[in-house]
């Protein structure tokens, strides 16, 4: 009897010991449940990236890409059809004004000014044959007025002549006389406007030679000239950066047939993004990074066109003999926009836009919460924005992207 008692008492103490743990696991878990915060939402601190707002000056920049570019650029043209039978120069050699590139021949423009040259040789045979003919017409009429007048003068000194006798039988012959020279001195006066006729005539005669004369010339000329333009020649100095043609290719009028360029004066072409591109205003410094070394330039020229959601912003740019730098090299440019004195600032929180209200999580100080917090942002640069309301220097704020718990106005940090 006495054993079966004891084995009772012990059965009754395991189930006291295991209801006494069972009561302190259900506190336990009571305890901790009652500790979360079910109503925050609750991420990682890995997971995030927080920025701290500081006070100071803050430069306002726009960073861009573009590349190197030379001023100075010469398209060869071709002003006429030809066949290429030269190539003098390669990419990358070094020409001056005036040297010949490439040749082409056209057996008809080489025709055209043989043809062009006897017309105007025609031409000038022409007027000179034809001046001959109207001075030997002229000297002809002058004849003929000459005659004219001294027949005028003779019978004139017979009137005076019958006047001083004052006879009768004079008188008929007076009669005559008279009537001999008013007709003499009518014929005199019709042969000398034949002969003004005749002059102004051969003046428009000669004057229409000499006009057809220039045509041919000027024809002439431009045979030559296209001739010559069988040559292409560089129109300034600097180095071949395009020759695409060989011997043997047939060329057409406009066609382009290289390309040259100074290396020497380079400028930078930026892309700057359209919706920063209001920013940007002529004189502005810029920085560029030519990823072997850094040049300072200026803003000279912003493009009023937008192209494939970019401005292209032209900088000239201050050489360096410690930098390296060559036509086509890409380039990273940095736009200094405003300078701002002794303001709030902070990196830039995801998907913030300038001078825009916006909401993020400040972190509290015990950085245990971020609580959703409604702030205006003022002016951007690269890395940072302006903080114009919302937020003191020090505040923690969360700068990755939150858009997963935004429905949430506080999230518990683990």
Sequence with gaps: MDIKKER????????????????????????????????????????????????????????????????????L????????????????DRVERGEVLLRLTNPTLLESVES??????????????????????????????????????KTEMEVIALRELGSASAAIKLRKAEVDLKQQIGQHQIENKKYEKLQKNSEAILAVNKASEEQLSNALVRAKRHVANLEIVAGISGVVQEMPFKVGQQINPGEQLGRLAQPEELYSELNVPALRSSEIHVGQRVRINTRVGFLSGKVERVDPTVSGGNVVVDVSIENDANVPVRSGLPIEGVIYTAELNNVLYVEK?????????????????????????????GKMSISHVEIVEGLEAGDRIIISDSSEWQDYEKILLN
């Design 8 to 75: 009772k008492t012990k059965r009754l103490s395991k189930r006291m010991m295991f209801v006494g743990i069972l009561a302190s696991s259900s506190l336990l878990i009571g305890g901790v449940l009652a500790s979360i915060d079910f109503s925050a939402k609750r991420v990682n601190q890995r997971n995030i990236m927080v920025g701290t707002v500081q006070s100071g000056d803050l430069d306002i920049t726009v960073s861009s890409n573009g590349t190197l570019k030379p001023r100075n650029v010469e398209w």
């Design 77 to 92: 043209t071709s002003q006429v059809e030809g066949r290429v039978t030269e190539v003098l120069v390669k990419p990358g």
């Design 116 to 153: 062009a040259y006897s017309a105007w040789e025609g031409a000038i045979a022409n007027t000179i044959s034809t001046r001959v003919n109207l001075e030997r017409d002229l000297l002809n009429q002058e004849s003929v007025v000459l005659r004219a007048k001294f027949a005028a003068e």
């Design 349 to 377: 929180p995801a998907f913030a836009r300038s001078n825009d209200r916006i909401s993020i999580y400040r972190v509290d100080e015990d950085r245990e919460y971020a609580f959703r917090t409604n702030i205006r942002v």
